[in-house]
């Protein structure tokens, strides 16, 4: 079992910043791959990055060039750092880990950009 806990979400207005962390309650090491997920009202959860194990990372290509993926490895944390934040990027955001073929999901931290 891996339990996975988001932070970092808020209010944010257009053109801003924020860092959404993962913590992971073991070792991220040989994980299959982590990634990051939103959801926003009315519409289906959708990709925005993953990384693999040995740091293969692959965006929703719309996202590429404002959101990094980053990993701690020594704190078992997951991150998302979100730039030039947009009003459409309003969503709740999950983290995702693929651990020995099963999937795990964790809570959601809820994003919110507007003026």
């Known amino acids: 079992q891996v339990r996975l806990v988001e932070s970092g979400g808020g209010l944010v207005q257009p053109g801003g910043s924020l860092r959404l962390s993962c913590a992971a309650s073991?070792?991220?090491?040989?994980?299959?791959?982590m990634g990051w997920y939103r959801q926003a009202p009315g519409k289906q959860r959708e990709l925005v990055v993953y990384?693999?194990?040995?740091?293969?990372?692959t965006y929703t290509d719309s996202l590429k060039g404002r959101f990094t993926i980053s990993r701690d490895l020594t704190k078992n944390t997951l991150y998302l750092q979100m730039n030039s934040l947009e009003p459409e990027d309003t969503a709740a955001y999950y983290c995702?880990?693929?651990?020995?073929?099963?999937?795990?999901w964790g809570q959601g931290t809820q994003v919110t950009v507007s003026s």
């Open positions: 995702q880990a693929v651990v020995d073929a099963a999937t795990y």
């Open positions: 073991r070792s991220i090491f040989n994980f299959f791959r």
């Open positions: 990384i693999t194990s040995g740091g293969y990372t």
